[in-house]
Every structure is written in C-alpha cells, then in structure tokens.
C-alpha cells in the first residue's frame, strides 16, 4: 500500500545518507527480504549474516533479525554503527540459556569443550570455546569429536540430538528449543506425506528427531533452500519458519511450496510456522531506527566483545 512504499522510499534514501545496508535473515517477511535484494544488503543464514556484516564497507549495519544476529555483528565489527529495527526481537532459545545458569553447569563439567549455538546471548558466547550456526555445526563437533573432546552443547535439544547422531559425539546437552520449530508434527506430517506422495520433505535440524527422521534433505535455511533448487520433486514440504518461502520459491521457480504442518491448529499453536520475534522487522521499524537510532543501537561490553569474539573467529576461521 501507499503508506508501505513510502517507508521503503524513506528507506533507500536513509540507507545511502547513512552509508548504511540492511541485513536481512530468510525469516524476516517477504517486504523486507526484497528490500535488501534491491539496495545491495544481504539476505541470509545466521553464518552468511556474520560474515557480510563483517566484510562490507558500510558504516552501519541494521540487522533485522533477532538479537543475537544484531550482538554477533556488533562483535565482529565495534568500529560500525550496528542498527535493529526493534531490541525487542529476542528467541527462545536465547531466552532459555541465561548466563549464570549456563556458566554453572559449564563449572560443573571443567573437562568438557563448550560449543554453543550462534543463538545464544554474547555473555553465553563468551563463556564458549566455539560457537556455531546450523549450517557447520555438523562439521565442527565432527572435527572436535575426532580430537576425542567431550562436548557441552547448548542451548537446542534437537539440533543437539541431530548432530549427536550424526557424528557420535560425547555430548552433555542443555535443555532448550526453538518455539517454531518444536511445534512441527511428525504425526500431522505423515498425513501430510500420504496426501503428496511425490513430495520432499526439507527439515531445520532445530525440529524434533521424530519430524528429522522423516526428511528427504536436513540443513540450515540456506542448505534447505539449495536443496529445493537440487531435488526434482514437484511439490516440497518444508519444516521451518515460512520466511524462508521467498528465497526458495526464486531458488525452485514453478515448484509447489508447502509448509509443514504444527501439531497445534490456527488456535492452539503458539507460532504457527512463523517466528513471533523475526514478525518484529517491519518497515516502519527499520523507517524508525535508521532516522533516529535511540533505542535501537546494539551495544557489548567491550571486555564481553572480546571474549565471545574468540569463539566467534575460531567458526568463521573453521568454515573459510
Ligand atoms: P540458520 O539461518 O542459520 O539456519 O538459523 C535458523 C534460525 O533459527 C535463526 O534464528
Ligand atoms: Fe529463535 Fe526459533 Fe525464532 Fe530462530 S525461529 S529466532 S531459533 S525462536
């Protein structure tokens, strides 16, 4: 509508007086994923996010996102000014791992390496010897078991479970997830399955075991996108947030996108497919913050930024 193209004029007129580029991950809605295809910012998974915020030449990044993609960027790079559209757009599993608690039971393990999820605080980062996102998570426990290191793994239980069975590590698990992705139903899913036959089924490891043990490709938003582009399937049933259709429907022109059914219904699931926090990123929001940024600027504490910088460097060195 009018008053939406307005923003979006606003927009492309604040980022360039700013030197700004928008940062965008494939569960921002549609509006704003096109935004930053148009204005030369980037749209990715949370490790391609990381390093476009680091590599490019702008003075201020603004991230929509969640909060821990706007703290990993600020991290990565003091020098720039580091925008989000709200501070308010958190996640749940950043929620369920709070610091004092996740540094005790660290504590109590002394002899475990601590690998945490990108979708943590940049306090629990700092406590970490690595972090990772989905998409090289597999591969770095892979090289850390093959060391013979016992593993903390924190906060996703599944994504935990996931990368347990696929590498057979020693891992001690911390009991968090992911309010979208743990609502997805294997039950409601077969049904579904027997309804499109020819389907795939593409699956974020952050589902549970029982929905991951039905998928055709398990991976990363940016794995699962490339999977659509790959399979010669018609029809594609896709267990994530449905953010992510815009990517894949450009990636996989003509296929038939599907979400994966919750086991709740349009009452009774919580996010229905769709994450509360990543719905935050409106335009006026981002409007907002790029005309006054009071209230939206990420800060770290500069000794914290350094301590969760090394475990930050040690993936993004790891996946060069
Ligand atoms: P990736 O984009 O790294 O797969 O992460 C998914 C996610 O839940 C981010 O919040
Ligand atoms: Fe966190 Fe899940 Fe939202 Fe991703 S989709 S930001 S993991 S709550």
């Known amino acids: ?45 949370s490790l391609e996010m990381a390093r476009f915020g680091r590599d490019c030449e702008a003075d201020t990044l603004i991230v929509a996102g ?30 369920g791992c709070p610091e004092d608690q ?19 605080s940049a306090a629990v980062k700092a406590r970490a010897d690595w972090v ?20 903390i793994w924190a906060p996703d239980r599944h994504l935990g479970a996931y990368i347990a069975k696929q590498t057979g590590a020693d891992m001690l ?62 029809h594609f049933i896709v267990a994530t947030d449905r953010g992510i259709f815009y990517k894949m429907q450009q990636a996989a022109p ?10 709740g219904n349009g009452a009774t699931c919580k996010s229905c497919a769709h994450c509360p926090w990543m719905a935050m990123n409106g335009l006026q929001a981002i409007q907002q913050s790029l005309t006054d940024s009071s209230g939206h600027e990420i800060f770290v504490d500069e000794a914290l930024r350094q301590r969760a910088l090394i475990p930050l460097n040690r993936m993004l060195d790891f996946s060069a």
Not at 201 to 224: C, I, K, M, N, Y
Not at 254 to 263: C, N, Q, R, V
Request: aromatic letters at 6%; one cysteine or more; proline letters at 5%.
């Open 102 to 120: 996740f540094s005790a039971f660290c504590d109590a393990h002394p002899d475990h390496t601590v690998v945490v999820y990108a979708n943590t």
């Open 254 to 263: 003509g296929k038939i996108l599907l979400e994966a059914p919750t086991g």
């Open 173 to 234: 698990m911390w009991q968090g997830e992911c309010i979208v992705h743990d609502e997805f139903s294997a039950k409601a899913l077969l049904d579904m399955k027997r309804l499109y036959p020819d389907a795939a089924v593409l699956v974020h490891p952050e589902s549970p075991a029982s929905v991951v043990a039905l998928a055709d490709a398990v991976g990363s938003t940016t794995q699962l996108i490339n999977a659509a582009k790959i399979l010669p399937n018609s």
């Open 1 to 45: 509508n009018a008053q939406q193209q307005q923003y979006v004029r606003q927009i492309k007129t604040l980022l360039k007086q700013k030197n700004a580029v928008l940062v965008a991950h494939y569960y921002t809605d549609p509006e704003i994923q096109a935004l930053a295809e148009e204005t030369g910012g980037c749209i990715s998974d």
């Open 132 to 151: 990772v996102t989905s998409s090289i998570a597999v591969e770095i426990v892979e090289h850390l078991d093959s060391l013979g290191e016992k593993i």
């Open 66 to 95: 969640v909060k821990f993609m706007g703290e990993t960027a600020k991290i990565l790079s003091p020098e720039k000014t580091v925008l989000m559209p709200t501070l308010e757009a958190t996640c749940s599993l950043d929620i």
